[in-house]
Antibody, heavy 126, light 106 residues
Framework: QLQLQESGPGLVKPSETLSLTCTVS??????????WGWIRQPPGKELEWIGSIYYSGNTYYKPSLKSRVTISIDTSKNQFSLKVRSVTAADTAVYFC??????????????????WGQGTLVTVSS | SYELTQPPSVSVSPGQTASITCSGNELGATYACWYQQKPGQSPILVIF???KRPSGIPERFSGSNSGNTATLTISGTQAMDEADYYC?????????FGGGTKLTVL
């Protein structure tokens, strides 16, 4: 059974870089079926997709975050990572990693996230 | 960016049918999926590709998508179904989530 686990600092100072890693167990991250994604959720608010990465390193990001975000992948460690630069209090959130399945049907490309990691709270504060 | 709109809250009596809507411009022209999130937990997928249930999701969960609206329907709602529900769709190489709907079973 595939499992994902987020790890990284729970507290980051304003203007610094938030760095998180997602470790995948129970299956290879090197798969031509799946992307691997990051989603966040500010306390009491809705889910916000950040971006996703393919094992080859191909990425796609939410346009409004693209200038501050980098997602990378290490297939040898079965891990993928997130960096968010120049953070502010607005980046305080629970950060989830998830498997991002893409498929193609009669209505074109679509995707869904399953399973998800348990999430990790990152607070931006001095 | 693509916007998906959900009602903030829906209430239902135990045993009755709950319907949660998700609206977006020509949403029916793409596929929608739905997640359930209980307090303090990570989301779980309950519907994908408009109306398909992942393994382990009860048959009382169903979905539809047409025109500008996708709908998650929970038949015979149980107390354990009380949660936040989020719709999600893919559009122009980006992912959009709805704002979430709090389902109260009372």
């Amino acid at each position: 059974q595939l499992q994902l686990q987020e790890s990284g600092p729970g507290l980051v100072k304003p203007s610094e870089t938030l760095s998180l890693t997602c470790t995948v167990s129970g299956g290879p991250i090197r798969s031509n079926t799946y992307y691997w994604g990051w989603i966040r959720q500010p306390p009491g608010k809705e889910l916000e997709w950040i971006g996703s990465i393919y094992y080859s390193g191909n990425t796609y990001y939410k346009p409004s975050l693209k200038s501050r975000v980098t997602i990378s992948i290490d297939t040898s460690k079965n891990q993928f990572s997130l960096k968010v630069r120049s953070v502010t209090a607005a980046d305080t959130a629970v950060y989830f990693c998830a498997r991002d399945r893409h498929d193609y049907g009669g209505k074109g490309v679509y995707n869904w996230f399953d399973p998800w990691g348990q999430g990790t709270l990152v607070t931006v504060s001095s | 960016s693509y916007e998906l709109t959900q009602p903030p809250s829906v209430s239902v009596s135990p045993g009755q049918t709950a319907s949660i809507t998700c609206s977006g411009n020509e949403l029916g022209a793409t596929y929608a999926c739905w997640y359930q999130q209980k307090p303090g937990q990570s989301p779980i997928l309950v519907i994908f590709q408009d109306n398909k249930r992942p393994s382990g999701i009860p048959e009382r969960f169903s979905g539809s998508n047409s025109g500008n609206t996708a709908t998650l329907t929970i038949s015979g709602t149980q107390a354990m179904d009380e949660a936040d529900y989020y719709c999600q769709a893919w559009d122009s190489s980006t992912v959009a989530f709805g704002g979430g709907t709090k389902l109260t079973v009372l």
